[in-house]
C-alpha cells in the first residue's frame, strides 16, 4: 500500500471506479489511551487517500495538515453518478469536501471549522470541538 501507515474507514463509487480512505492510528498507539502529544509525533492520521477501484491501487492521497487531524468516517454522496464526498476530521473538528473538478482532477477543502475553547481543568491547552 505505499506509503499508507494505517488505515480506519472506507467508501467506494464504482461508476467512478474510486474508493476513498481515511486514516486513524496503529492499535498500540490508541489503546493505552489518547495522548495528544502523539498527535503532533505524526502517530495519528491527517490523510484521506483515494484508490483505483478496481486495480486496487492508491492514486492520490489529499495531506488535510491540522484541518484534518483524525480523518475518521468517509462518505460519497449516495448518488452514484456524483463524486462529492466528505469526512469529519475528528480531532480538527472540521468536515472535509472532496470531488473531481471539470478538469478530471480531485480537489478537495474544508467546508465546516468548529472552533476549539479552553480546557476547564488545564490538563489539555483547549477542549477540542470532536466530532
Known sequence: ??????????????????MASSEWAAPNTFMPGFD??????????????LWD????????TFYLGEDGLIPLEVRFHHDPDST?????????????????????????????????EPHPTGRYPFRASYL
Open 1 to 18: 500500500m505505499g506509503d499508507i501507515p494505517f488505515g480506519y474507514d472506507f467508501w467506494y463509487q464504482p461508476r467512478h471506479n474510486v
Open 36 to 49: 495528544l502529544e502523539e498527535v503532533g509525533h505524526l502517530k495519528y492520521g491527517r490523510r484521506i487517500h
Open 53 to 60: 477501484f478496481e486495480k486496487k491501487e492508491p492514486k492520490q
Open 84 to 116: 462529492h464526498g466528505f469526512c469529519g476530521a475528528a480531532l480538527s473538528a472540521n468536515i472535509i469536501h472532496w470531488w473531481k473538478d471539470e478538469a478530471g482532477e480531485w480537489q478537495w477543502e474544508k467546508i465546516i471549522d468548529v472552533d476549539n
